[in-house]
């Protein structure tokens, strides 16, 4: 199976990471799919507003919704998560090299958001590049039955693996 997920440990880090291997690989001229996740910080100091950028489009959209100042909690807009997913569900029948998604998070562990997405490419032999943090490692390893790797979140070990799981792909061309 060509799956595989990396965790960084600060916050946000994985983000960046995802964020620059896209931009890499695109440049390569990959046909990545998915989306990366852009934090930006707000004047007011509350919580980063979460934008995810859609992938190879570049179409962003913001996931986070503005609870007010006192409010705590999940933050993730519902809706606009669910946009993304049929972006870049549309996006797979154009052809792809590689799916990245940002997160495997709460939705993808309760069976919503990219959950269905992953397991599609995953069946259409498309490599799928995942973050992820401690939270929803577990349900993320159910998901993926033990058949995931875990990649360190260095720019040089994820292009490796990138470079191993295209290799067939680029014979055929």
Not at 106 to 116: P, T
Not at 144 to 151: D, Y
Not at 168 to 173: G, I, Q, R, W
Request: hydrophobic share 50%.
């Amino acid at each position: 199976m060509k799956l595989a997920y990396t965790m960084a440990p600060g916050r946000g880090d994985t983000d960046l990471v995802l964020e620059r291997l896209a931009a890499d690989l695109a440049a390569r001229g990959l046909r990545c799919r998915g989306t990366v996740q852009i934090n930006s910080e707000r004047a007011d100091a509350g919580p980063c507003d979460m934008d995810v950028r859609v992938l190879p489009a570049g179409t962003v959209l913001r996931i986070s919704q503005d609870l007010g100042p006192q409010a705590r909690g999940c933050r993730l807009d519902p809706a606009a998560l669910e946009t993304a997913v049929a972006m870049v569900a549309a996006s797979l029948s154009s052809g792809a090299d590689l799916l990245i998604v940002n997160k495997f998070g709460k939705h993808e562990a309760e069976g919503r958001g990219f959950r269905s997405v992953i397991a599609e490419a995953v069946a259409m032999d498309i490599p799928v590049l995942v973050g992820l943090n401690a939270l929803n490692r577990p349900a993320f390893e159910s998901f993926a039955e033990g058949m995931a790797t875990q990649l360190p979140p260095e720019p040089a070990a994820l292009i490796a693996w990138v470079n191993e799981m295209t290799a067939s792909a680029d014979m055929l061309v």
